[in-house]
C-alpha cells in the first residue's frame, strides 16, 4: 500500500508563495510519474504539474512560469514551489503517483488547502 502525505498549504495573499511537500512511504523511483493536481470548489480537478522518472516536466499553462515542481529522491519526496500566487490558485491540492505495470495505478495523497486573498 503506497501512502502520500501532502503538507505546506495555508492561506496567503496574493503575490505571496508556498511550498507544498509530497513525502511518499516508498521510494519514489517506483513511479513512473508524479504530479500535483489541484481541485477548486465546483470545477474538476485538474493537472498543476508533473514530473516522470526521465525529469520530463509538465506545467498547466495557468501556472508556467510562477510554479516549479521538483524531488529529492532521498527523501522520497516531492515539492511544489507556489511564486506569485493568485486567487484563482485557490484549491485543494493534491499529490499523484503514478505506476505503469501490466496496468496503470494511480496513487492519491489527501489533500491540502491552498487560500489566496486578494
Known amino acids: 500500500q503506497v501512502q502520500l502525505v501532502e503538507s505546506g498549504g495555508g492561506l496567503v495573499q496574493a503575490g505571496g508563495s508556498l511550498r507544498l511537500s509530497c513525502a511518499a512511504s516508498r521510494s519514489i523511483f517506483s513511479f513512473n510519474a508524479m504530479g500535483w493536481y489541484r481541485q477548486a470548489p465546483g470545477k474538476q480537478r485538474e493537472l498543476v504539474a508533473s514530473i516522470t522518472s526521465g525529469d520530463n516536466i509538465n506545467y498547466a499553462d495557468s501556472v508556467k512560469g510562477r510554479f516549479t515542481i521538483s524531488r529529492d529522491n532521498a527523501k522520497n519526496t516531492v515539492y511544489l514551489q507556489m511564486n506569485s500566487l493568485k486567487p484563482e490558485d485557490t484549491a485543494d491540492y493534491y499529490c499523484?503517483?503514478?505506476?505503469?505495470?501490466?496496468?496503470?495505478?494511480?496513487?492519491w495523497g489527501q489533500g491540502t488547502q491552498v487560500t489566496v486573498s486578494s
Open positions: 499523484n503517483a503514478r505506476r505503469i505495470t501490466f496496468k496503470e495505478y494511480n496513487y
